[in-house]
């Protein structure tokens, strides 16, 4: 059986005169975009420029909504209701995919961007609501969701397509969540453990936790994050260990496109 995986990460992350990230280093060895809508981050001239470059790679566009929190980039949780969860992804999924629209392109995917992505996956109205924005928005986009979640289910369980989605540089619990960022070791810097890690959750379905012991994953789509040091070096090392072992990197299929839409 052949071994496929998508390669994501997140991008168009700058604001106003605010750089973030390597995108145009990292997109040469990506198959995924995950592009900021505005509220934890990017605005919409770099929405617009993210999405151009990320077509003239021939990655696929992804939108990534999060907490309206500039200052704390997303990653602090917040106190919202489910309405509120809805109403604030459906406003970031339509934005970038109407910015999509002026290039001649339509969105992939969708994924949860930081605080509002692991909260949603232990919180079953949370994840109801993300669910429902995006299926509301465009029924054929498919979710990423972290591998083995509530949203994964709760997703699945309104017709909405789902990529499970593994960490190539975060550290894991026990009960299959990621480590809080608060934590040591919650992000993996050293790239031979990345890999290693990797390869286990690809080959043998599971990922070692900080704990010991060993969680099941299903790996369809593989993290990298863009605003790490070093991260180009992650992306462009992963990329070629993957192709090494004859592990063919491709996009998660458009749903559309299977339909014949």
């Not at 209701?81 to 970038?96: E, F, I, K, N, R």
């Amino acid at each position: 059986m052949e071994l496929t995986i998508d390669l994501n990460c997140d991008m168009g992350e700058s604001f106003g005169a605010w750089s973030m990230g390597q995108d145009t280093d990292i997109l040469p060895y990506v198959t995924s975009a995950n592009i900021a809508c505005g509220f934890h981050a990017g605005d919409p001239s770099i929405m617009r420029h993210t999405v151009q470059a990320a077509l003239a790679h021939g990655v696929a566009l992804g939108a990534h909504p999060g907490l309206p929190d500039l200052v704390g980039f997303g990653r602090r949780r917040m106190d919202i209701t489910p309405d509120a969860a809805y109403d604030m992804v459906v406003v970031q999924v339509g934005s970038l995919a109407a910015v999509a629209a002026t290039q001649g392109a339509r969105l992939n995917h969708v994924k949860a961007h930081g605080a509002l992505y692991n909260m949603a996956s232990s919180n079953q109205a949370l994840s109801q609501a993300i669910a429902q924005a995006v299926f509301d928005v465009d029924p054929g986009l498919t979710l990423y969701a972290l591998a083995g979640s509530l949203q994964v289910q709760v997703a699945r369980d309104i017709g909405l397509p789902v990529a499970q989605e593994v960490f190539a540089d975060r550290s894991y619990q026990a009960d299959g969540s990621l480590t809080p960022r608060t934590q040591a070791g919650a992000m993996i810097t050293d790239l031979e453990i990345a890999l290693q890690q990797i390869l286990t959750m690809i080959r043998q379905r599971k990922v070692v936790s900080v704990q010991g012991t060993a969680v099941a994953v299903q790996p369809d789509t593989l993290c990298i994050h863009g605003d790490q040091p070093g991260a180009v070096i992650f992306a462009r090392s992963i990329r070629q260990a993957l192709e090494r072992e004859g592990v063919l990197v491709k996009s998660v299929p458009p749903v559309y496109a299977l339909n014949n839409i």
